[in-house]
């Protein structure tokens, strides 16, 4: 079984602070994903990663793929009140196979 | 590019009522997933869909929960009788190498 983790759980910041949350395994995936869930809504795609050391960037985000395939972070520049949101990260261990996701972040950003 | 639709939004019922969720995937998706997603946690898979045959449904609780995709586009969850602890989002989502989820069905069961 393919595992996922992220950390930190929660994460409460004041607007126009950093911050990196993490996603990790033990197992290599082919692709990673990140995505951010809304109260009520379905969880929206940021971004796919899917070469090791592959960094993108979104305009305040950040993402990384590690090396080895294992693990991936997020960092947020300046975040802001919109950027609240439960983050989840997913990876798929060969193509086509199903996604394995992680329990996600909770990150709110105070004004 | 219209997304992935479900629907209902929200279902309220009763324990041991039957209950079944309705979804349309992103055209020329042909693989199809559907999550549960409890309070507070990351959606977790039920079953994956190739078309219209199953790929992986081995944490699917069989013995209350059915789905299919007879012509390899929509696709029904069935849930006969509800328990309690099913009450969570169900989210549909489609993909080719990338995930894309509907808003999810919210089920209530009292």
């Known amino acids: 079984t393919q595992l996922l983790e992220q950390s930190p759980q929660f994460l409460s910041i004041q607007e126009g602070e950093n911050l990196t949350v993490y996603c990790n395994s033990s197992?290599?995936?082919?692709?990673l994903q990140w995505y951010r869930q809304e109260p009520g809504e379905g969880p929206v795609l940021l971004v796919t990663?899917?070469?090791?050391?592959e960094v993108k960037k979104l305009k305040r985000l950040t993402f990384q793929f590690g090396d080895a395939r294992k693990d991936s972070s997020l960092h947020i520049t300046a975040a802001q009140p919109g950027d609240t949101g439960l983050y989840l990260c997913?990876?798929?261990?060969?193509?086509?196979?199903?996604?394995?996701f992680g329990p996600g972040t909770r990150l709110s950003v105070l004004p | 590019e219209a997304g992935v639709a479900q629907s209902p939004r929200y279902k309220i019922i009763e324990k041991r009522q039957s209950v079944a969720f309705w979804c349309n995937p992103i055209?020329?998706?042909?693989?199809l997933y559907w999550y549960q997603q409890i309070l507070g946690q990351g959606p977790k898979l039920l079953i994956q869909?190739?078309?219209?045959?199953?790929?992986?449904d081995s944490q699917l609780p069989k013995d209350r929960f059915s789905a299919e995709r007879l012509k390899g586009v929509d696709s029904t969850l069935k849930i006969q009788p509800a328990k309690l602890e099913d009450s969570a989002v169900y989210l549909c989502?489609?993909?080719?190498?990338?995930?894309?989820f509907g808003q999810g069905t919210r089920l209530t069961v009292v």
């Open positions: 989502a489609s993909s080719r190498l990338e995930a894309f």
């Open positions: 197992s290599v995936f082919s692709s």
């Open positions: 990663v899917v070469t090791g050391g």
């Open positions: 997913a990876g798929a261990p060969y193509y086509g196979q199903n996604f394995v």
């Open positions: 055209s020329g998706h042909a693989t």
């Open positions: 869909f190739q078309n219209n045959g199953v790929v992986d």
